[in-house]
């Protein structure tokens, strides 16, 4: 676990000791605004009243952040996780680190959906002792997952909210839309301790820079979706809810009749990888890193390596030096490249930002955020779901 030196409230961030996660306060609160705000319009698509937003909350794994998310407009009024470990931290509030070293606990989230799978009957137990506490929901691609999750309820004398997953074409699990959805959502509703909730699915991390290319792959993956949606109704099983989109394709998601919710999770914050699809936000997370060495002209070290940017999926880019690139990293350090007036920039002692590439791998190397606004420190922020793999 790490163990942060704790720094007072309003000590400027270039002063944070480092490696350290920084989030700009402002900067996530107006990311937040703008992709909430494109929800529940006219435009809206569900015949509710409009798309709602359920953050999945996984990618920054931090229930401070959740709680703003929760309180922006258009909120669906609870979140969405990867596995139960982290549906617990989440139901558990967020433990905050204060300017001296004590702890205060934030308001648990009462409202959470496991869009992973819980499978096992260790698992399952805690599932339904969870289930008694808050509202639970939990999404299955099979039968027996279904009777286990039905027995085990029962027997815990609760009532475990059931969506059934579809695949969308994504390949990473779900049922296949039409008749097997159409079977499954009966087994469910038909489950004492099971309450059937709707459905649900992933579509994909859609990579389209061309908004028209987006909306049509979008609509073609999500279109069998929705017409199980009415195959589900016109067998007389009712759809409260029908989830789905992510940060990539939120926008088109909430144009679309019949989507009641989409789970977006990387946009407060957001990466690298995102950013270069959707515009429209600005990285909120930062790595901020000392220079160590500057050995020779062409070349400085950070103190930030693999161990706290996660670069598994692609490296860091370095801010505010266009001269100068991340370029490799081992376990504990980083190499940056240097041309042209960089070469006579990043001494030992100065300080960088870098934005990572993949929130979520990067996030999970921390046990706190260093929340700033205006360029100072204001709290400690815990990330409960660090971890929370099982």
Known sequence: MERPIIQPVGTPAEELDTPALVVDLGVMEQNIAVLHNAFGGPGGGSSAGGVKVRPHVSCHGCPDIALLQLAAANSAGGVAVSSLGEAEAFAGGGDIAGVDGSA???PAIDDILIAGRVITAGKIRRLVDLAGRIT????????????????????????????????????????????????????????AGLSFKGIMTYEGPLAMTDRDELSAETGRRLQPVLDTRSALE???????????????????????????EVQAGVYPLMDVETLRIRQEFQPAAKILATVISHPVEGRAVVDAGHKTTGPDFG????????????????????????????????????????????????????????????????????????????
């Open 104 to 106: 205060s606990i934030s």
């Open 234 to 260: 016109q067998a007389g099983i009712e759809v409260a809810t029908v989830s789905a989109g992510s940060t990539y394709s939120y926008d088109v998601v909430a144009q679309m009749s019949g989507i009641t």
């Open 315 to 390: 490296v860091p880019v370095l801010e505010a030096f266009p001269s100068a690139v991340a370029s490799r990293f081992s376990a504990e350090h980083g190499i940056l490249d240097l041309e042209g007036p960089a070469t006579e920039q990043l001494m030992p002692n100065d300080k960088v930002r870098l934005v990572p590439y993949n929130l979520a791998l990067c996030v999970n190397q921390y046990d706190y955020i260093r929340a700033v606004r205006d360029g100072k420190l204001v709290g400690y922020w815990r990330v409960a779901g660090r971890g929370q793999l099982v």
């Open 136 to 191: 639970l929901s939990v999404a299955v691609d099979n039968v027996r997952n279904v009777e286990d999750l039905a027995e085990a309820a029962q027997t815990a004398g609760v009532t475990v909210g059931v969506l059934v997953d579809i695949d969308a074409g994504y390949g990473f699990g779900g049922v296949e839309p039409g008749n097997d959805a159409v079977d499954l959502a009966r087994k469910v509703r038909d489950a």
